[in-house]
């Protein structure tokens, strides 16, 4: 993207959130791919290989085990967890990103539905046996990305794994950025959410200049007897 369409994209993005709608306009983007997965300019078309990573290093055990992909853009991230064995929900907000998924995998065993984070089915609460989040909240401003990020550990069974992907930052920098990073006390809000720390990663992809992010698992600690 170059300068000009980011200041047009950016505009875009501000005109939705004055009006306080913060998500319209993820399916303006996917409107405007016309049906091409390839042109929406964010989607990597390949699953985050921390992500991937951490399915090889934890191998379902059991049959009946259900995921789900909050925001799930054209579905690259669903497949991978679904191909690992997991029965997987994947919903995104954007009519038009379901349409592009289930037109690209025609096949799926991946249920799309579209479905808004914040007022999501309500047999959904603490569900899942692992919710896959990348990249929702560090869109969304002001107190929506704390309303985000309770929903999303909202999603996690007890004994249940939240993995979270997201780009970084030191606190106080970077604080008038779209998209803004997390920094370390923001994405402890799933902490204090009630899930535990099982794991965390402080990394830099492999853009040029190289970004950073974190990759944090999560966990529901089991219900007491």
Known sequence: MDE????????MVASYQNRGDPTGWFDKVYRDAQGDFRGVFWADLAPNPYLVSWLEEHPVSGENLWAVVVGCGVGDDAEAI???GYQVIAFDISPAAIDLCRKRYPNTHVEYRVADLFDHPKDWAQRFDLVYECNTIQVLPGDYRIRA?????????????ALVSCRSRKTGEKENEFPLPLDRPEIDGFVRA???EESFVVYDDDQAPPVPHFFGCYTRPLKSV
């Open 194 to 196: 009630g899930l535990k």
């Open 4 to 11: 000009a369409a980011r200041r047009e994209f950016l505009s």
């Open 82 to 84: 679904s191909a690992h």
């Open 149 to 161: 990020l309770n929903a999303i550990a909202d999603l996690v069974a007890p004994g249940g794994n």
